[in-house]
């Protein structure tokens, strides 16, 4: 079974630029996430999707950080502009169908975003 | 707010020096804690998920034990190549969403 498949691996961008990250999920898994994990610390959610609608983007820092996942399956995350605050590894995670089940989260291998 | 604190920040081993690392918990009705472990440059792999107070689950020379403030992850007899990053992290009942709050992690460095 194939897992969470992310790209770009590495990305270098100065401050005030956009970028974007791409994540294709386990194949059935209707949940995605989306973590962002700064250097030394555990992982923090940015946004969770369950098929292609947005379950909890609580922790989404809405006035840079945009997020889409169309037909259900791949999404992307965008920075736009970038802070060098944003400097971390962008993971993506998928499970299978969320609710009073507790599924594990799979994750990919992350995006290391450096920000100058 | 859920809050998960790991201890200690970083642990040195030497190769077969059993010990355990800590994972201290607070959240409103715990539906599930996860152990996840993590090397340099990948996501965070999957290790245990314990649901209630008293459970225990193994895997190879890891055990997680759960409380109902703590969880423990022994590890006995560690191989150098059990150095990684060991991240903790909580799921609330009644959480819809599924988040995980996660731990600062134990990084954990077994010397051969």
């Known amino acids: 079974e194939a897992g969470v498949a992310q790209s770009p691996r590495y990305k270098i961008i100065e401050k005030r630029q956009s970028v974007a990250f791409w994540c294709n999920p386990i194949?059935?898994?209707?949940?995605l996430y989306w973590y962002q994990q700064i250097l030394g610390q555990g992982p923090k959610l940015l946004i969770q999707?369950?098929?292609?609608?947005?379950?909890?983007d609580s922790q989404l820092p809405k006035d840079r950080f945009s997020a889409e996942r169309l037909k259900g399956v791949d999404s992307t995350l965008k920075i736009q502009p970038a802070k060098l605050e944003d400097s971390a590894v962008y993971l993506c995670?998928?499970?299978?169908?969320?609710?009073?089940?507790?599924?594990?989260?799979?994750f990919g291998p992350g995006t290391r975003l450096t920000v100058t | 707010e859920d809050q998960v604190t790991q201890s200690p920040e970083a642990l040195r081993l030497q190769e077969g020096e059993s010990s355990s690392l800590n994972c201290s918990y607070t959240v409103s009705g715990l539906r599930g804690l996860f152990w996840y472990r993590q090397d340099p440059g990948k996501g965070p792999e999957f290790l245990f998920t314990l649901y209630s107070a008293g459970e225990e689950k193994e895997k190879e020379r890891l055990k997680a034990t759960l409380t109902k403030k703590e969880s423990f992850l022994h590890i006995t007899a560690p191989k150098p190549e059990d150095s990684a990053t060991y991240l903790c992290?909580?799921?609330?009942?009644?959480?819809?969403?599924?988040?995980?709050?996660f731990g600062g992690g134990t990084r954990l460095m077994v010397k051969p």
């Open positions: 992290a909580v799921q609330r009942n009644n959480n819809a969403g599924n988040m995980l709050t």
């Open positions: 194949s059935g898994h209707a949940t």
């Open positions: 995670a998928s499970s299978r169908e969320s609710g009073r089940e507790s599924y594990e989260q799979y």
């Open positions: 999707f369950q098929n292609n609608g947005v379950v909890d």
